[in-house]
């Protein structure tokens, strides 16, 4: 079953600018990840918030998350060709039940 | 080592084979997970290994048999499988079950293609 919604499905922008992805979820969570997939291959943790935090910073990665309106956001900064890829944001509840959302697709045009 | 290898990375069977998926991490994780990404979908669970017994299973057909021989293994059984069954298969881990705020590590994937 799909725990988030993501919005947008898929992005376009130029290098050097910002991207925003949002999140949407259902049920109480223990977390919120994001996380990146590469052409279909594996993916690669980017970021945790915990349900206690509001936002979070990681190198040109910023997350926020609002439990009231069960929602979060991703924005790269500065974006590079190198961005280009599949973003899913995902939440835990149960313990160890980690359930992914529909994804945005971002394309980065140098 | 932070790494999960799952093997092969492509696998094409015929409906009457049977295979297996196997996945190895050697960061003392005892949580293990199968997920089943379709093309431009979301990874979907699949099942959940917690020291090494299953937890969950997502209501998954019987021809996908689970498997969790050690804590650094993983298999995933394969029999009688249908065309919609072709995917791409994950396998990931995490730090040990009810730790909730552990990240998810994700070997590179099988491509299963069932003919």
């Known amino acids: 079953s799909q725990q988030g919604e993501e919005d947008p499905q898929a992005l376009s922008i130029q290098e050097g600018e910002n991207a925003t992805m949002n999140c949407s979820y259902k049920?109480?969570?223990?977390?919120l990840q994001w996380y990146r997939q590469n052409s279909g291959r594996g993916l690669v943790h980017l970021i945790l918030i915990r349900s206690n935090e509001r936002e979070k910073h990681s190198g040109r990665l910023r997350v926020t998350l609002d439990t009231s309106k069960k929602s979060s956001s991703l924005l790269i900064t500065a974006s590079r060709a190198a961005d280009t890829a599949s973003y899913f944001c995902a939440t835990v509840s149960g313990g160890f039940k980690t359930i992914f959302g529909a994804g945005t697709r971002l394309f980065v045009k140098a | 080592d932070t790494e999960v290898t799952q093997t092969p990375k492509h696998l094409v069977m015929g409906m009457t084979n049977k295979k297996s998926l196997k996945c190895e991490q050697h960061m003392g994780h005892r949580a293990m997970y199968w997920y089943k990404q379709k093309a431009k979908k979301p990874p979907e669970l699949m099942f959940v290994?917690?020291?090494?017994?299953?937890?969950i299973n997502e209501s998954v057909p019987s021809r996908f048999s689970p498997e969790c021989p050690n804590s650094s293994l993983l298999n995933l059984h394969l029999h009688a499988l249908q065309p919609e069954d072709s995917a791409l298969y994950l396998c990931?881990?995490?730090?040990?079950?009810?730790?909730?705020?552990?990240?998810?590590?994700f070997g590179q994937g099988t491509r299963l293609t069932v003919v």
């Open positions: 990931a881990s995490s730090q040990a079950p009810g730790q909730s705020y552990a990240e998810a590590f």
């Open positions: 290994y917690s020291y090494e017994k299953l937890s």
């Open positions: 049920t109480s969570i223990n977390n």
